[in-house]
């Protein structure tokens, strides 16, 4: 099974890479981007037995290891 | 509008950032996460006409600032 993780810091949480890139954008004469947000995202390939404990694994995988939960939040797709 | 960019590396080149992901999980008892890719994934509002013409422009502005053409691909959607 195909999982992705899409990885973000939680509103609120200043984004200094977003920041970064938006002020990067205005100066490369791109004014119209705004609320720029940098994530991370992680794809593999899962030996699961279905989709609904694949998920479960994953989640645990996020809260363990691929995300900070205190200052990012996470979606989980499976495919 | 709202646009979200995915970039990955280009199949064949190193990812060392999923590389040490995949042995982390090995690690932690996941034997069964495999092909571990990380990708960048960033999202911005955009003062757009349409979607073709911010999708357009978007891509100008991976190619000249959010991705490297040379080892990473991109993805863009408009929503």
């Known amino acids: 099974m195909k999982a992705t993780v899409h990885i973000f810091l939680k509103p ?3 984004d200094v ?3 970064a ?3 990067a954008l205005h100066g490369l004469g791109w004014d119209g981007a705004s ?3 940098v994530g991370r ?3 593999f390939d899962l030996a699961a037995l279905d989709a609904a404990a694949a998920e479960g694994e994953v ?3 996020c809260d363990k290891l691929l ?3 205190v ?5 989980v797709e499976i495919a």
């Open 41 to 43: 995202m992680i794809t």
């Open 17 to 19: 890479q977003g920041k």
């Open 67 to 69: 995300a900070n939960p």
């Open 21 to 23: 890139v938006e002020s």
């Open 71 to 75: 200052i990012e939040s996470y979606r």
């Open 12 to 14: 609120g949480v200043l």
């Open 59 to 61: 989640k645990v995988m």
């Open 35 to 37: 609320n720029v947000r």
